[in-house]
């Protein structure tokens, strides 16, 4: 199974909002409510932002918000801050005998 | 607050076994509501899951590394551990142990700092 598909980079103003898209199919994204998204700053390791879909975890800002529409969920963030600078992977259960697919990643940068 | 910790060679040669251990504290490792996972990530490119275990044994791995993985747990020292055979240069990656969820599947709620390995003669 291939990755899910996320653009490589996005940038943006702060005190912005941005929003960054995560595509995969049926079988994945589409197939379930098991998407979740991880930031991770460079040298570091991922950190969980949202779990099914649009959870999220005790600690993490309400600018984090996430959402699904059919084989594409997406990860927007409000009120962008030089901190929300780094890379975002999506994440998707498949059911299958994978499990689970991450996305690419995708860079933000705040300009 | 759970931590992880893994630990092992950052060296490894070509057509050798990769041998890393992930060490857990602040909580246990029989918690019948957690799966414990490799995940990996070559430089500059995306996180690929290895595979999990849960405190039974129960494994599972990703088809595309299965021939070459194995994954064990020692809940006595609440540790776990992986292997993998036959490495090569494009096993070169950044090897994280993390927690993952065991419902709703297959998220990732605490991470260890990660473990260069590289392969190389």
């Known amino acids: 199974q291939s990755a899910l598909t996320q653009p490589a980079s996005v940038s943006e103003s702060p005190g912005q909002s941005i929003t960054i898209s995560c595509t995969g199919t049926?079988?994945?994204?589409?197939?379930?409510?098991?998407v979740s998204w991880y930031q991770q700053h460079p040298g570091k390791a991922p950190k969980l932002i949202i779990s099914?879909?649009?959870n999220r975890p005790s600690g993490v800002s309400n600018r984090f918000s996430g959402f699904k529409s059919g084989n594409t969920a997406s990860l927007t963030i409000s009120g962008l801050q030089a901190e929300d600078e780094a890379y975002y992977y999506c994440c998707s259960y498949t059911g299958g005998s994978t499990l689970g697919l991450f996305g690419g990643g995708t860079k933000l940068t705040v300009l | 607050q759970v931590q992880l910790q893994e630990s092992g060679p950052g060296l490894v040669k070509p057509s050798q076994t990769l041998s890393l251990t992930c060490n857990v504290s602040g909580g246990s490792i029989s918690s019948a509501d957690y799966y414990w996972s490799w995940i990996r990530q070559p430089a500059g490119k995306g996180l690929e899951w290895i595979g999990r275990?849960?405190?039974?044994?129960?494994?599972n791995y990703n088809p595309s590394l299965k021939s070459r993985v194995a994954i064990s747990i020692d809940t006595s020292k609440n540790q776990f551990s992986l292997k993998l055979s036959s490495v090569t240069a494009a096993d070169t990656a950044v090897y994280y142990c993390?927690?993952?969820?065991?419902?709703?599947?297959?998220?990732?709620?605490?991470w260890g700092q990660g473990n260069l390995v590289t392969v190389s003669s």
């Open positions: 993390a927690r993952e969820v065991r419902w709703p599947p297959f998220y990732f709620d605490n």
């Open positions: 049926g079988s994945d994204v589409g197939g379930y409510d098991y």
């Open positions: 275990i849960y405190n039974s044994g129960t494994t």
């Open positions: 099914e879909v649009s």
